[in-house]
């Protein structure tokens, strides 16, 4: 059995345009290395090809005026590649994050994913809700952020993510689980519960 802090992930989330396929205005990332949560997020504004759509708005916050002096994805695209560098990405309903960064990187490879959605399921079973409130509600992962932060942005939402993953990690009554576990999810993972922002 593999221990499943042998690997470096990087937590990530994305808000989008409104428009589908997704574009961006935010990005954060946050590593996690030896089992535990690296420092502080980096995050991003950016300036969407198409205008945020007013429906996005009302849930993540960003206006056209708050991207208007954002970068460009192009301009970011290094720094964003930098960030990701590790051996797994995570994220919370992961196909749609790891969607969108791969049509903006292009030519990226995609490391290993693990989705917090699936594995929340799987490990907590019985909820009524698995989308990320809920579980950052159920499991207190919101406490002592930083003042300022709130649902739906970037930053917030990687660093509960990033909780999130650690406690399905290593659950308090079982102890922490292998790598080997941690990846036994099934493949389909049931209907995904598209997140509202996009």
């Known amino acids: ?5 042998s690997l470096r992930y990087v937590v990530v989330d994305v808000e989008g345009n409104g428009h589908q396929p997704p574009d961006l205005v935010e990005l954060a990332a946050l590593p996690i290395a030896g089992g535990s949560i690296m420092g502080s997020p980096v995050s991003w504004l950016v300036r969407p090809d198409r205008p945020i759509k007013p429906f996005a708005t009302r849930i993540h916050g960003l206006t056209n005026r ?6 460009m994805f192009a301009e970011i695209k290094d720094e964003v590649l930098s960030a990701l560098e590790a051996d797994a990405i995570v994220a919370h309903n992961a196909h749609v994050d790891a969607g969108v960064l791969r049509r903006k990187l292009g030519d990226w490879m995609t490391p290993e994913v693990f989705d917090t959605l699936k594995l929340a399921r799987r490990l907590l ?3 009524d809700s698995y989308k990320l409130g809920a579980l950052v509600g ?4 919101a406490k002592d952020l930083p003042e300022g932060l709130t649902p739906h942005r970037a930053t917030y939402d990687v660093m509960v993510t990033a909780r999130l993953f650690v406690r399905l990690a290593m659950p308090p009554t079982t102890g922490p689980l292998s790598l080997e576990d941690l990846r036994d999810q099934p493949s389909g993972g049931g209907a995904t519960e598209a997140p509202a922002l996009f």
């Open 1 to 5: 059995m593999t221990d499943w802090t």
């Open 125 to 127: 079973p019985g909820r």
């Open 138 to 141: 159920a499991l207190e992962l």
């Open 66 to 71: 708050d991207v208007a002096d954002a970068p």
